[in-house]
Each structure stands twice: as structure tokens, then as C-alpha cells.
């Protein structure tokens, strides 16, 4: 069952660009993480945003949490061909033994031409 | 280098046999999890260890087990492989798993396990 989903799940825009990605659920999450992956490896973080309404900036990236704490999104200014890659968000939730897992989205495929 | 270690990085085995995947943590980090990665399913979570015990468990099938020993290295056995089990396996450690909200994994690269 996926919890979380992502859209789009591809996107393919020129250097330049702006573009948002999506990530919505039905579910409430206590944190919300997004991550890039490349092509061989494993996530990298990127950011991770705990309270409703919260917005972070890291250079051209821009990471909003819902206010409901059920869903996110990134915005890219700028694109540029080194943002290229695959972008998971996820979701913590607790579980019973007071530890919490990550729920991780569909993931969106980005491609940025030069 | 994320400081998760993760071996082998490339498996190809048969169907009906048995493998092992090795996870070192980055160092100080107590918690260790497992996620399986495919196409079709995403990245999906197997299991979590907390300083040796297992935390949570999710979509980890009874023919996979997993265990994290004293010195905090984990091991996933995949057993009675199918053709289905070709996935990438992914290791990932953070400081703590406790009810801490806004805690970051470090993910391994991977050990890409290809079933023929």
C-alpha cells in the first residue's frame, strides 16, 4: 500500500525552468523528509520539515509541510542539469514500540536538459 | 561516501538459493533499516533494528529475515529466491529511531541482487 503519492512522476523541462513537485496523502505524518536519488546510489537528504505550515529554503530548493501535516511540496527555481534525478518524499510515522518508520512517495523523475 | 557501507554491491543468484546482504552503520548510529527498491513497488520498507533488537517491521516477507549484531552491523538472508525478489536493497542508519520527529537516514549505495 502506498501512502504516499507524487506528482508528477516524470518531468522533463529545460535548464531554467521552474517546476514544483507534489507529495499528498490522506494520512497525517509527525515529519516529513524529501530526498534525491541518482542513478547507482542510494537517497541523499535534502530536507526535513516537522511542523505544519513550515517552509525551508536551500539555495533554489523550496520545501513546504502542509498545514495538515498530510502533504508537501518542493519548488525548484532555476532548474539547472545537476538537479537531475529521482525525488522521494517520506513520511515518518509512529509505530507502536515508540520508534518511528519512514513511509517513502512514489518518487518523481526529473530530467533537466542543458 | 555516506559512511553506510553496504556488501555486495552486485548479486546474481539463482532461483530456490539463499544470499546474504551486509550493512555497516554509519559510525554512532544506532539504528538500522532495510528497504527493498523496484521498479514497480518503489522503495518499500522490510525492517528496523535499534541497538541489536528489532523496532518495526513492514512488507518483509517470511522467506527474508534480518538480524544486527553486537557490534551493529546488520545482515539481510534472502532465502528460496524468486524471480520477483530482483530488486535493489537498500541499507540506512540514523542516530536514533525513538520517537525522534525530524531525524534524517543516511542511506548505503546498495546491493543490487539480480535472480535468474
Known amino acids: 500500500t502506498q501512502l504516499l503519492e507524487q506528482s508528477p512522476q516524470f518531468l522533463s523541462i529545460q535548464e531554467g525552468e521552474n517546476l514544483t513537485v507534489y507529495c499528498n496523502s490522506s494520512s497525517v505524518f509527525s515529519s516529513l523528509q524529501w530526498y534525491r536519488q541518482e542513478p547507482g546510489e542510494g537517497p541523499v537528504l535534502l530536507v526535513t520539515v516537522v511542523t505544519g505550515g513550515e517552509v525551508k529554503k536551500l539555495k533554489r530548493l523550496t520545501f513546504q509541510f502542509g498545514d495538515a501535516r498530510k502533504d508537501s511540496s518542493l519548488h525548484i527555481t532555476a532548474a539547472q542539469p545537476g538537479d537531475t534525478g529521482l525525488y522521494l518524499c517520506?513520511?515518518?510515522?509512529?509505530?507502536?514500540?515508540?520508534?518511528?518508520?519512514?513511509?517513502f512517495g512514489t518518487g518523481t523523475r526529473l530530467l533537466v536538459s542543458p | 561516501d555516506s559512511g553506510v557501507t553496504q556488501t555486495p554491491k552486485h548479486l546474481i543468484t539463482a532461483t530456490g538459493q539463499r544470499v546474504t546482504l551486509r550493512c555497516s552503520p554509519r559510525?554512532?548510529?544506532?539504528?538500522v533499516y532495510w528497504y527493498q527498491q523496484s521498479l514497480d513497488q518503489g522503495l518499500q520498507f522490510l525492517i528496523q533494528y535499534y541497538n541489536g533488537e528489532e523496532r518495526a517491521k513492514g512488507n518483509i516477507l517470511e522467506r527474508f529475515s534480518a538480524q544486527q549484531f553486537p557490534d551493529l552491523h546488520s545482515e539481510l538472508n534472502l532465502s528460496s529466491l524468486e524471480l520477483g525478489d530482483s530488486a535493489l536493497y537498500f541499507c540506512?542508519?540514523?542516530?536514533?529511531?525513538?520517537?525522534?520527529?525530524?531525524?534524517?537516514?543516511?542511506f548505503g549505495s546498495g546491493t543490487r541482487l539480480t535472480v535468474v
Open positions: 559510525s554512532g548510529d544506532l539504528s
Open positions: 517520506a513520511g515518518g510515522r509512529n509505530v507502536n514500540t515508540g520508534f518511528q518508520k519512514l513511509v
Open positions: 540506512a542508519s540514523s542516530g536514533t529511531g525513538r520517537g525522534a520527529r525530524g531525524y534524517g537516514y543516511t
